[in-house]
Every structure is written in C-alpha cells, then in structure tokens.
C-alpha cells in the first residue's frame, strides 16, 4: 500500500512532518495501527538500520530518523498498545562502570524497541551491584552491557561473574559490545553473544531467544 510505503520513507529521511500528516490520513481511512507500525515505521526503520550496516548512511541520519520513529510512535501508541504482536521480553541495556559513553547504547535500543522489544536502559557507569539489582527487579530475557573503552572494558567480566553468583545467570542471557569489544573477549569472560553493531543486535536477540525457547521445551 503506497501509504505505508511513504511512512517507511519518511522515517527513512527522518522526516517528522511528513510523517505525522501520513500517519494521520493513514489513522482517518481506518487502517489498522499494527499495518501502520508493521509495514510502515518498523520498515523505515529496518531500511535505515540496513543502510547503517552497510555505512550507507552514519549516526547522525540513524539518530534523525529515531526521532521520526517515535513521533510516529507516539501517535498510534493508543492505537495499537492493546493488540501489537509485541515480543515477550524485556532488553535491559548499561554501560559499565567507569564509562560515560552511550550513543552507540541508545542506538542500539532504538532498533531494539522498533523490532517490538520492551527496554529498559539503566544509564552509564553502572556497577556489577546495581546490574545485578536491575535484573532482579525488571525480570529481563538478555542484557545488554556496552563498553567503549579498553580500560572499562575489563569491567565487563566482573559483571558477567557477578550475575553468575548471584544466581541470576540461568534466567537472563548476556551480551556485549563497544568499540574495543570483540567475539573472542565474550568467550573469555563467557558472555551469551556478542554484536559488532547495532543492526547486529537485533539478530542476535531474536536468535539467542528463540534458541532459548526450544531449550526450554
């Protein structure tokens, strides 16, 4: 439907104006909010996410068009938050301790919450201690822990061994990244996964939590 189409496309420009007016004709001709969220915002946003793996476009439009995301978001919230077809799991993102850097961290979340997932961003320079107690207290499937310097990167290990003592590592998968990060280092201190980029993140959780699921059958 060519409607669709140009809200994928504005959300694709970052095009917020635009946007709202399709989504508002889009609204007033009865079309379901979950088409408008679906084929609409979520394919703009996978298009932009595409585009952003391939280097095809860099932070600044990936942030433009986030923006232009929620806009549209917030105007078939009422719409859709009691029928969307919303994934069962909550992501809970941090940057570790002794690190203030979170672009990359809220990039992530981003595409996390346009792919249907609750998240739940506890902020930067977090303690193993309060990873630990964000666990316990929102129930997450996966958490995702960032670091983007070498230094702080170390820390990570002690946060994956703490959630383990805890006895939390059975109930929760771990992931990481950052610009130091690498799959070999998330061997070493036996995280769940790990992702080179955004993009990467969103495929990473749908396949650490499917696998999980057949486990559990």
């Not at 600044?60 to 549209?72: H, N």
């Not at 917030?74 to 301790?97: E, M, N, Q, S, Y």
Request: aromatic letters at 6%; charged letters at 30%; one cysteine or more.
């Amino acid at each position: 439907m060519k409607i669709l189409k140009d809200i994928a496309f504005c959300v694709e420009k970052g095009d917020s104006a635009a946007l709202k007016e399709l989504i508002h004709k889009a609204l007033a001709e009865k079309l379901p909010a979950e088409n408008i969220l679906y084929s609409g915002l979520i394919a703009g946003m996978e298009s932009v996410g595409l585009k952003f793996k391939k280097n095809e476009i860099f932070i600044p439009e990936v942030l433009i068009a986030s923006r232009a995301m929620k806009a549209g978001m917030d105007l078939i919230r009422d719409a859709f938050i009691h029928r969307v077809r919303k994934r069962p799991a909550t992501i809970l993102l941090g940057t570790v301790k002794g690190d203030i850097h979170d672009l990359g961290k809220r990039i992530v979340g981003t595409f996390l919450e346009s792919c249907g997932y609750e998240v739940k961003d506890i902020g930067v320079d977090v303690s193993k201690e309060r990873f630990v107690e964000a666990i316990r207290k929102e129930e997450p499937a996966v958490v995702g822990l960032s670091a983007l310097l070498t230094t702080t990167m170390i820390y990570i290990g002690d946060i994956v061994e703490a959630i383990r003592e805890a006895g939390l590592k059975q109930k929760v998968k771990i992931i990481i990244g950052g610009a130091p990060v690498t799959q070999a280092f998330a061997y070493e201190v036996k995280a769940d996964g790990y992702s080179p980029d955004a993009v990467s993140v969103v495929e990473l959780v749908n396949s650490l939590l499917k696998k999980d699921r057949k486990i559990k059958k």
